[in-house]
Nanobody
Framework: QVQLVESGGGLVQAGGSLRLSCAAS????????MGWFRQAPGKEREFVAA????????YYGDSVKGRFTISRDNAKNTVYLQMDSLKPEDTAVYSC?????????????????WGQGTQVTVSS
């Protein structure tokens, strides 16, 4: 099992940047594909980004391509989401997800493990 704890959310002006972190417990972090999702009030959960176990493959939702970057540090059991050029429509609770079955499972939103989420608010 793995426990996921997100951090780094907050309030930022449009055009600004934030970096989210997701720290995972356990000694087998390198076996997990990781991802980020977000959910705004009244909207469905949306795929943001995913990364495979090694960090060699990354995937992004259309709405964040070119602005967000996912990365991981397996030595620190942590996955990151660098968010640049933020827009008010990026406002949401951001959650990380993990699964040993690969990045497709994560991207489909059916990962086994989820964090509680961190709030990101972008003001106009």
């Amino acid at each position: 099992q793995v426990q996921l704890v997100e951090s780094g959310g907050g309030l930022v002006q449009a055009g600004g940047s934030l970096r989210l972190s997701c720290a995972a417990s356990g000694r087998t972090f390198g076996n997990y594909a990781m991802g980020w999702f977000r959910q705004a009030p009244g909207k469905e959960r949306e795929f943001v980004a995913a990364i495979n176990w090694s960090g060699g493959s990354t995937y992004y939702g259309d709405s964040v391509k070119g602005r967000f970057t996912i990365s991981r540090d397996n030595a620190k059991n942590t996955v990151y989401l660098q968010m640049d050029s933020l827009k008010p429509e990026d406002t949401a609770v951001y959650s990380c997800a993990a699964d040993t079955k690969g990045s497709l499972t994560v991207r489909l939103g059916v990962a086994d493990y989820w964090g509680q989420g961190t709030q990101v608010t972008v003001s106009s």
